[in-house]
């Protein structure tokens, strides 16, 4: 004889991602290491942006340098004598917490107090996955239109940082900077809001600063 | 575009669940997604459907239950559902009914939760 029965699951899979987020947090305090969970949209200048800070931080610094394919991203990062993790998402579309935990496996976390993750350019799938990180920066430039922010409005409203980047080139693409900052601020009034350009140099004391005055 | 893992991941907690309560096969999967997940329930349930193929859950009737998002207001206190709004982009903005304020913690909206299952099982009282 055959029954039917009803089995209670109550398996939450985003909660089980969460779980392992704050044990990656506590890893990274035991070790006094501060980290930066960088997201944003592909070719925002996420990377250059990374590789600008490891050269004006006073900082230990490591990352993890998650990518599609991660090799590239990592290198350039190898080139300024930090210690570099790459994480292969492959077909996937975001970082996890899980990947994460075995990248921190691999780093000499007791020299490194400031760690960057480098998420995977997407403005869409990371906001699900919390990684543990201590802040979250959200990196766009001018050139992904200036609607960018009002089409993706969770990741802002979950930043702690916003970077406008490449604000030197919105004339010549037709962005209007004002707008994507208010746009950041009304979904978000207490994010703090950065215009950059990493060419000119521009922006970047003040995202420094920003780092600095989380890390204390 | 991650709904092809979290199907995965479903399908690996049902199957599972499944084992360990001995089923010989698996009638009915009731899942809760929140509403202010990047999951898209339409996706999620073609996904499911495919890869379930040739395992127990083959004939399963895969239900997605949408979880609304409840909020703590910050600036009023105000705890209950959130106003959503945002049908333009598909995508929920989540504002204070009372204040209309948007620094919130969001307690309920980002699940993606297997909450049960309907097994058939060898009736050993019988």
Same mark, same amino acid.
């Given at each position: ?15 089980a991602?969460?779980?392992l987020?704050r044990?990656?947090?506590? %890893? ?17 200048g996420?990377?250059?942006?990374? !590789? ?5 931080? !006073? ?5 993890i ?10 290198g350039r990062?190898?080139s ?8 292969n998402?492959?077909? !996937? ?5 899980h ?9 000499p976390l007791?020299? %490194? ?13 990371p ?10 920066? @959200? ?31 919105a ?5 209007? @900077?004002?707008?994507?900052?208010d746009?950041?601020?009304k ?5 703090q ?8 140099g521009?922006?970047l ?12 | ?5 979290m ?6 907690t ?13 009638? #009915?999967? +009731?899942?809760?997604?929140g509403?202010l997940?990047?999951?898209n ?5 073609f996904l499911?459907d495919?890869?379930i193929?040739?395992t127990?859950? #083959? ?31 598909y995508? +929920? ?29 060898v009736?050993?009282?019988?």
């Amino acid at each position: 004889m055959h029954k039917i029965a009803d089995v209670e699951i109550q398996h939450d899979i985003m909660v089980a991602n969460r779980k392992l987020a704050r044990r990656n947090q506590r %890893i990274m305090d035991q070790n006094g290491v501060f980290s930066v969970d960088v997201l944003g949209a592909i070719g925002s200048g996420k990377t250059s942006l990374i !590789e600008t800070l490891i050269d004006h931080l !006073e900082h230990k610094v490591g990352v993890i340098a998650g990518d599609v394919i991660s090799k590239y991203d990592a290198g350039r990062f190898e080139s300024h004598h930090v210690p570099v993790v790459g994480l292969n998402t492959g077909k !996937e579309c975001h970082l996890d917490a899980h990947l994460v935990k075995h990248a921190l496996e691999e780093l000499p976390l007791e020299n %490194i107090d400031l760690l960057f993750i480098e998420n995977v350019g997407n403005l869409i799938c990371p906001v699900d996955f919390d990684l543990g990180s201590h802040l979250r920066m @959200v990196v766009i430039s001018v050139s992904e239109g200036d609607d960018t922010v009002e089409k993706h409005p969770l990741i802002f409203q979950d930043a702690d940082l916003v970077v406008i980047n490449k604000i030197d080139i919105a004339d010549a693409v037709g962005a209007s @900077v004002e707008k994507m900052v208010d746009d950041v601020k009304k979904l978000n009034p207490d994010v703090q809001v950065i215009t950059s350009s990493l060419k000119t140099g521009k922006g970047l004391d003040e995202i420094l600063a920003a780092i600095e005055s989380y890390m204390s | 575009m991650h709904e092809l893992s979290m199907a995965q991941a479903i399908v690996d907690t049902v199957m599972d669940a499944a084992e360990k309560n001995n089923a010989q096969d698996v009638l #009915e999967v +009731t899942i809760e997604i929140g509403q202010l997940t990047m999951l898209n329930s339409e996706q999620l349930k073609f996904l499911l459907d495919v890869i379930i193929e040739g395992t127990l859950l #083959e004939n399963s009737e895969i239900l997605i239950e949408e979880i609304p998002v409840e909020i703590k207001c910050q600036s009023c206190d105000f705890k209950g559902e959130a106003n959503t709004e945002g049908s333009d982009h598909y995508l +929920t903005i989540v504002v204070c009914p009372e204040c209309g304020g948007r620094n919130l913690e969001i307690t309920k909206g980002r699940e993606c939760n297997v909450k049960n299952i309907r097994i058939e099982k060898v009736d050993e009282d019988a």
